[in-house]
């Protein structure tokens, strides 16, 4: 483990693990976290990690947001070169290939939310704060929140969480579409993460980053080009050993055991 690190990357079983520690500060994004975080994800894509979990070290919070100390003296010359940069390190954690889960316990404003929306699923629990305080502080969300919350929840939803500075609980961000899995008190966070992980790791891994790519050019791409690319994808599929070893197996009722080739 490299030493201050204020992002820690550990794989164990396939399973990729960033944990955002920087808890004197509510885990906030310092400039300097966001390179090592970007760092990170380049690591990755040398590992053999099929699933990446984004998690805030401590129980307060996943990330209380850019970090405000360091905003406070940005020129707008400075803040531009920064949301760049913020917004580029962001959408590489939206495009990796493999799924991403953030597990969002406590606070997630501001730039934290806007990770937790840069990855495909947010698994949250009954302490879980979800909002963007920006417009209380004269700026906008600058990671994307402004995009990814309006492409997920729609445009009147994402204004009014924007706009009011909104804290949404953890029931509240599953009944906005924005949580996919809300961990009631007394459930175990762990056991639903694992279910999770199983149950993605036992799909066939190629299958899992076509299906990832060609749902993500829906968002971008009009439906005729989408099916374009479902199509080259689905072509990928066939090309597959793991896609023989998926139909013999149900004709031989047994498990697939898939071999990611
Ligand atoms: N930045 C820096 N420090 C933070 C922080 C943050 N976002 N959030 C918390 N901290 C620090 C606090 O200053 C405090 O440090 P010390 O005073 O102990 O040194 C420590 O974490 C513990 O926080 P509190 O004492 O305040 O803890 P509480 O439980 O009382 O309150 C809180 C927790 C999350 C409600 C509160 O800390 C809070 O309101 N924090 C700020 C949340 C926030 O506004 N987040 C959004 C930030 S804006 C852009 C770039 C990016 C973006 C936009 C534009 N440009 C370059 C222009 C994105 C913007 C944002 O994310």
Redesign the pocket.
Known sequence: MEKNSKIILTIENEVATILISNP???N?LSYSLLQDLEKKLDDLKQSSAKLIIFKGEGS??FV??????E?VS?TPQQ?YE??KY?QKVFTKVSKLSIPTIAVIQG?A????A?LALACDFRIVNSDALFGF??VQ?G?????GGTQRLTQLIGYSKSLEIILTSKRLSGEEMLSYGIANEFVKNGESMDDVIDKWVSSILKAAPIAVKMAKQAVQASETSSLESGLVIELMCETVCFSTSDCKIGFESFLERKQPEFKGE
Request: net charge neutral; no cysteine.
């Open positions: 004197s500060k509510l906030a307060k919070a209380a947001g850019a970090d405000i100390k905003m940005f803040a920064y949301i913020g606070f404003l501001g730039g934290g806007e305080p920006e502080l700026i906008i969300p600058g990671f």
